[in-house]
T-cell receptor, first 116, second 113 residues
Framework: GAVVSQHPSRVICKSGTSVKIECRSLDFQATTMFWYRQFPKQSLMLMATSNEGSKATYEQGVEKDKFLINHASLTLSTLTVTSAHPEDSSFYIC????????????FGPGTRLTVL | AQSVTQPDIHITVSEGASLELRCNYSYGATPYLFWYVQSPGQGLQLLLKYFSGDTLVQGIKGFEAEFKRSQSSFNLRKPSVHWSDAAEYFCAVGPPNAGKSTFGDGTTLTVKP
């Protein structure tokens, strides 16, 4: 089956620093990846759609300069939280769908970000 | 606009009992419907999906869901719950590009021994 990994699984950083989260499709090529944010006991909120080789599409209300997304290859997308603040602490989840099938998402295990 | 409502925030069932998790949706066309399960600190795992055809859909781990267009519902069922089913369950509706799915707020399932 399709497997998506995320790294790191947990990260703690100081306020003002930047953090990069990687999302990889391990056994398939992902033309499109998605980044979600999930607050405790809440649902997933789509932040942006990442397309290989082009700029990401951000959802309304998501700061592009705050959450930098790069999708440089068909198997890797990165989310960089720049100048992180405590309110950026959250669970970040990526997902991907393949080139041949866009009707199913495969989710990564998530990254827990804590900003002190 | 598409939306999903999961009326039950928290459900507790005894191990071995049957389970039904409710999901109501609003969507302008034929919906693509999904059920996902999330264990604590983990990503989402797809249980089952409905796009067309038979309205009773079988999924993994013994789950099934029934699409009822007249009621705009897609309820998840399992005849006999196991302790390992305790988790958060999310219903989602979306277009063929599944990344644009809208998720419900989730239902937390607790299983009593």
């Amino acid at each position: 089956g399709a497997v998506v990994s995320q790294h790191p699984s947990r990260v703690i950083c100081k306020s003002g620093t930047s953090v990069k989260i990687e999302c990889r499709s391990l056994d398939f090529q992902a033309t499109t990846m998605f980044w979600y944010r999930q607050f405790p006991k809440q649902s997933l909120m789509l932040m942006a759609t990442s397309n290989e080789g082009s700029k990401a599409t951000y959802e309304q209300g998501v700061e592009k300069d705050k959450f930098l997304i790069n999708h440089a290859s068909l198997t890797l997308s990165t989310l960089t939280v720049t100048s992180a603040h405590p309110e950026d602490s959250s669970f970040y989840i990526c997902s991907a769908h393949g080139q041949r099938s866009t009707d199913t998402q495969y989710f990564g295990p998530g990254t827990r970000l804590t900003v002190l | 606009a598409q939306s999903v409502t999961q009326p039950d925030i928290h459900i507790t069932v005894s191990e071995g009992a049957s389970l039904e998790l409710r999901c109501n949706y609003s969507y302008g066309a034929t919906p693509y419907l999904f059920w996902y399960v999330q264990s604590p600190g983990q990503g989402l795992q797809l249980l089952l999906k409905y796009f067309s055809g038979d309205t009773l859909v079988q999924g993994i781990k013994g789950f099934e869901a029934e699409f009822k267009r007249s009621q705009s519902s897609f309820n998840l069922r399992k005849p006999s719950v196991h302790w390992s089913d305790a988790a958060e369950y999310f219903c989602a509706v979306g277009p063929p590009n599944a990344g644009k799915s809208t998720f419900g707020d989730g239902t937390t399932l607790t299983v009593k021994p």
